[in-house]
């Protein structure tokens, strides 16, 4: 049985679907020394190489998730040309691939990422049709008035298109600074800091609390992870949905 290229060599954990297209585009991939193409269709029992080197697609491996608490400081890059830290080198290895990071967080952003060793999975759940809820908790300097609130939530028009708060809840008051927590359903690059931006608001202070339906514990300190559970895999499946792409 075929499948296509993009969704055979994520489902092995070898990437992204998206990431995987973009090797495919860039001619790096062959399938029984022929160089792929977009659309095409392979097996397990295809000989498939990423520049030069074959790729294992071995049997069906059991998908693994884990819940990382990532500190500010660190990339959310395999390698840093400027040397910093990266998320992956306090991971474990990943059983039977890589982990792939589902999404991302700037270095100065804390909180909650998750890894898989499922390529399909986190394409899923990066899938903007999948509208998967991000939540965070932001500090501002100064306090947003009531009418600049509303015009977040109802939307404003950023570099890269309009953009929208689902959610905006006052928690607190400290000093110069003021604590909210955000909710939107996309991932844009710096989306929160930039919709606060728009309105003349510095962010101090952010860090993701909830991707879907997983929640930073708030027990588990910066650097640390846990592996999710089978029920905690099952509920972003559920929550991921499908993408409408065909196979």
């Not at 977009?38 to 498939?48: M, P, W």
């Not at 039977?96 to 909180?111: E, K, P, Q, Y």
């Not at 953009?163 to 604590?179: K, L, P, Q, T, V």
Request: charged fraction near 30%; include cysteine.
């Amino acid at each position: 049985m075929t499948e296509r290229l993009q969704k055979l060599l994520a489902g092995a954990g070898h990437g992204s679907r998206r990431g995987i297209e973009e090797w495919i585009r860039a001619g790096r991939v062959t399938i029984n020394g022929r160089i792929a193409a977009l659309g095409d269709r392979a097996s397990h029992e295809d000989q498939i190489c990423l520049d030069g080197r074959r790729l294992e697609l071995g049997g069906a491996q059991s998908t693994e998730v884990l819940l990382y608490h990532k500190p500010v400081g660190e990339v959310t890059t395999r390698s840093d040309p400027q040397g910093r830290p990266t998320v992956f080198e306090r991971l474990p290895p990943a059983p039977g691939g890589r982990w792939i990071v589902v999404g991302r967080l700037d270095v100065n952003t804390s909180g909650l990422l998750l890894f898989t060793n499922d390529g399909e999975l986190a394409h899923r759940l990066m899938h903007p049709s999948s509208e998967v809820v991000r939540e965070y908790r932001v500090r501002l300097r100064g306090t947003p008035s009531t009418e600049v609130l509303e015009r977040l939530r109802r939307g404003v028009v950023l570099d890269d298109g309009p953009a929208n708060f689902d959610r905006i809840e006052a928690e607190a008051a400290e000093g110069s600074h003021s604590w909210y927590r955000v909710c939107l359903h996309e991932g844009r690059n710096r989306e929160v800091r930039r919709l606060f931006e728009h309105e003349g608001f510095v962010v101090s202070r952010l860090s993701r609390i909830r991707y879907g339906p997983v929640l930073l514990p708030g027990d588990l300190r910066g650097g640390a992870h846990i592996r999710l559970t089978s029920a905690d895999i099952g509920a972003l499946r559920r929550h991921a949905g499908n993408t409408g792409e065909t196979t």
